[in-house]
């Protein structure tokens, strides 16, 4: 089992910056592939980024969104800039033992509880 906890979450005005954390214990997540999602209100949830030795990220976060990972923290980061009133969220961290499919929520194992990201106009 994997537990995960999402912080750095906040109120930032557009244009601004935050850096999420995910914190996983447990197990080491090295072998992981690790995945950051979002549901905005009233949305389904959606693919953010992920890291798995190689990055992918959503068309609407590419430039502006980094995702990066310690292994020896077993932490994962996602460095968000440049930040837009439509970013405005709960982000999750997840992590996926099989490794397929990052963008694919199905493809993740274990989920975080989010934490709220909300982007000011």
């Known amino acids: 089992q994997v537990q995960l906890v999402e912080s750095g979450g906040g109120l930032v005005q557009a244009g601004g910056s935050l850096r999420l954390s995910c914190a996983a214990s447990?197990?080491?997540?090295?072998?992981?592939?690790m995945g950051w999602f979002r549901q905005a209100p009233g949305k389904e949830r959606e693919f953010v980024a992920a890291?798995?030795?190689?990055?992918y990220y959503a068309d609407s976060v590419k430039g502006r969104f980094t995702i990066s990972r310690d292994n020896a923290k077993n932490t994962v980061y996602l460095q968000m800039n440049s930040l837009k009133p439509e970013d405005t969220a709960v982000y999750y961290c997840?992590?996926?033992?099989?490794?397929?499919?990052?963008?694919?929520?199905?493809?993740?194992?274990?989920w975080g509880q989010g934490t709220q990201v909300t982007v000011s106009s």
């Open positions: 447990g197990r080491t997540i090295s072998n992981y592939l």
């Open positions: 997840a992590a996926s033992v099989l490794r397929v499919r990052p963008s694919a929520q199905g493809s993740y194992d274990y």
């Open positions: 890291s798995g030795g190689i990055t």
